[in-house]
């Protein structure tokens, strides 16, 4: 299983981006994808789930009402919208797929998933 993050880089603060993570998988259709970030010097957490048909997504508070994940599952991508971008938000944002199919739980923990992508980095400049 590949997973291939695109779409970081550099915006101001108020901005917006989408990062796009195509995923190499039989089995994408059916698993749960989440996004986390890693920002300089903090340890890697949770941004963002959504389950296998889009039906359940779940957001850490820090970014309720800026990001959105989505999916296409006939594309096997899985994107994530986010607007409003604050400095805070600098991070190597990194794309996850659990390895099972599931019903959509909020997994929120790195423990929660099995495979990684190598991530894309976003700078907000204030």
């Known amino acids: 299983v590949q997973l291939v993050e695109s779409g970081g880089g550099l915006v101001q603060a108020g901005g917006s981006l989408r990062l796009s993570c195509a995923v190499s998988?039989?089995?994408?259709?059916?698993?749960?994808m989440g996004w986390f970030r890693q920002g300089p010097g903090k340890e890697r957490e949770f941004v963002a789930s959504?389950?296998?048909?889009?039906?359940?997504?779940y957001y850490a508070d820090s970014v309720k009402g800026r990001f959105t994940i989505s999916r296409d599952n006939a594309k096997s991508t899985v994107y994530l919208q986010m607007n409003a971008l604050k400095p805070e938000d600098t991070a190597t944002y990194y794309c996850?797929?659990?390895?099972?199919?599931?019903?959509?739980?909020?997994?929120?923990?790195?423990?929660?998933?099995?495979?990684w992508g190598q991530g894309t980095q976003v700078t907000v400049s204030s």
């Open positions: 996850t797929s659990r390895d099972r199919v599931d019903s959509g739980g909020y997994y929120y923990r790195e423990l929660d998933y099995a495979y």
């Open positions: 998988s039989r089995t994408f259709s059916g698993n749960t």
């Open positions: 959504i389950n296998w048909n889009s039906l359940r997504t």
